[in-house]
């Protein structure tokens, strides 16, 4: 299948999810067993795809990346609506915001992402739009003005330490890069004169719009759809930082360093690349920030996850399994990069 049309592979994660949680029961676990248990199960076995031609038609990828607004919102409109309508009155409530909140992290976040490296405004606020469905108002900010200048430092919140279990770093990186966002737009804005906590911090407006949502929420749906959407995307943003655990777990370089295709682990395997809007090359992606998802690139000099990003799910939940599968790798792209 040619590369354009690959990423339609984004749009069965929406599917199962709508149906999931317009049905109910055990089906409100689709996505969730879909990503976590047939794709993590799939991937230990897929071959790695390098191949770098590039999308031959970029108006299929771009139309794939814009239905992403649609997708996430009836994915979460469908969830709102089974609490509203008693759906999972016998069941499967826990299921359906499991399953949602995977599709909130996946296709909604990780497009957001690719939104928000554009240069357009439209597209720059397509981005923001989705990641306030995941109630996220740091990750605008912290990822274009720190993550990308200091990954693999100290400096940065999101790079993961060698010997960090997941559970320390997913603390840390939230409660860092929050306080950063907020300490950058705080000083952003009294640059230009403004109260540094007012409505000319974007880290702010955002946690009042956010705050307000769920509060009408509460108010005209009952607590428990402001349960619901709460938790959906708090579980999202977990996965969010799970994604930035395994894509630099170890990988340090000096302050003064240059960026280069060994700072971030790199994954081609089938499920990752185009479940992920090709988030899963992203090597290329650090040394080339403002290319399209569709054009990004394998490198054989980039360090090569063990698995694919479905199938590490588990392992990183489990600190020794993870240690395991790592440590080795990791040691021996530090002794390939000093010969």
Same mark, same amino acid.
């Given at each position: 299948?040619?590369?354009?049309?690959?990423?339609?592979?984004?749009?069965?994660?929406?599917?199962?999810?709508?149906?999931?949680?317009?049905?109910?029961?055990p089906?409100?676990?689709?996505?969730?067993?879909f990503?976590?248990?047939?794709?993590?199960?799939?991937e230990?076995?897929?071959?790695?795809?390098?191949?770098?031609?590039?999308?031959?038609?970029?108006?299929?990828?771009?139309?794939?990346?814009?239905?992403?607004?649609?997708?996430?919102?009836?994915?979460?409109?469908?969830?709102?609506?089974?609490?509203?309508?008693?759906?999972?009155?016998? #069941?499967? %409530?826990?299921? !359906?915001?499991?399953?949602? =909140?995977?599709?909130?992290?996946?296709? +909604?976040?990780v $497009?957001?992402?690719?939104?928000?490296h554009?240069?357009r405004?439209?597209?720059?606020?397509?981005?923001?739009?989705?990641?306030?469905?995941?109630?996220?108002?740091?990750?605008?900010?912290?990822?274009?003005?720190?993550?990308?200048?200091?990954?693999?430092?100290?400096?940065?919140?999101?790079?993961?330490?060698?010997?960090?279990?997941?559970?320390?770093?997913?603390?840390?990186?939230?409660? #860092?890069? %929050?306080?950063? !966002?907020?300490?950058?737009? =705080?000083?952003?804005?009294?640059?230009? +004169?403004?109260? $540094?906590?007012?409505?000319?911090n974007?880290?702010?407006?955002?946690?009042?719009?956010?705050?307000?949502?769920?509060?009408?929420?509460?108010?005209?749906?009952?607590?428990?759809?402001?349960?619901?959407?709460?938790?959906?995307?708090?579980?999202?943003?977990?996965?969010?930082?799970?994604?930035?655990?395994?894509?630099?777990?170890?990988?340090?370089?000096t302050?003064?360093?240059?960026?280069?295709?060994?700072?971030?682990?790199?994954?081609?395997?089938?499920?990752?690349?185009?479940?992920?809007?090709?988030?899963?090359?992203?090597?290329?992606?650090?040394?080339?920030?403002?290319?399209?998802?569709?054009?990004?690139?394998?490198?054989?000099?980039?360090?090569?996850?063990?698995?694919?990003?479905?199938?590490?799910?588990?392992?990183?939940?489990?600190?020794?399994?993870?240690?395991?599968?790592?440590?080795?790798?990791?040691?021996?792209?530090?002794?390939?990069l000093?010969?």
């Amino acid at each position: 299948m040619k590369r354009q049309w690959s990423y339609a592979f984004c749009l069965v994660p929406t599917l199962l999810t709508v149906f999931g949680n317009v049905v109910g029961g055990p089906w409100a676990a689709a996505n969730l067993v879909f990503i976590v248990v047939i794709l993590g199960g799939l991937e230990w076995l897929a071959s790695q795809i390098k191949d770098n031609a590039g999308a031959e038609n970029e108006a299929v990828p771009e139309f794939l990346l814009w239905i992403a607004l649609p997708a996430c919102s009836l994915a979460i409109a469908s969830l709102l609506y089974g609490v509203h309508t008693h759906v999972y009155a016998n #069941g499967g %409530f826990t299921w !359906a915001v499991l399953s949602t =909140a995977f599709h909130t992290g996946t296709m +909604g976040i990780v $497009a957001a992402h690719e939104f928000i490296h554009r240069s357009r405004a439209r597209e720059v606020n397509a981005g923001k739009y989705l990641l306030f469905l995941a109630l996220n108002p740091y990750f605008f900010v912290d990822h274009l003005r720190v993550h990308h200048r200091y990954v693999g430092t100290q400096r940065d919140h999101a790079t993961a330490r060698m010997g960090e279990h997941f559970y320390q770093f997913v603390w840390r990186s939230i409660t #860092g890069q %929050f306080m950063e !966002a907020l300490r950058l737009e =705080a000083e952003m804005a009294r640059k230009k +004169g403004h109260f $540094a906590w007012g409505w000319q911090n974007y880290v702010m407006r955002q946690l009042v719009l956010q705050t307000l949502l769920l509060g009408a929420m509460w108010w005209f749906g009952g607590i428990w759809m402001a349960v619901a959407f709460f938790a959906q995307a708090w579980l999202a943003n977990v996965l969010l930082e799970y994604t930035n655990y395994i894509e630099h777990y170890g990988i340090l370089r000096t302050d003064n360093s240059r960026v280069s295709y060994h700072t971030s682990w790199q994954c081609d395997t089938w499920m990752s690349r185009f479940l992920l809007y090709d988030l899963s090359r992203h090597a290329d992606h650090h040394v080339h920030g403002a290319r399209p998802f569709h054009q990004l690139r394998s490198f054989e000099e980039a360090p090569v996850l063990p698995g694919g990003y479905a199938s590490l799910i588990l392992p990183a939940l489990l600190p020794p399994w993870w240690f395991k599968l790592m440590h080795p790798r990791l040691k021996a792209e530090m002794q390939r990069l000093k010969s």
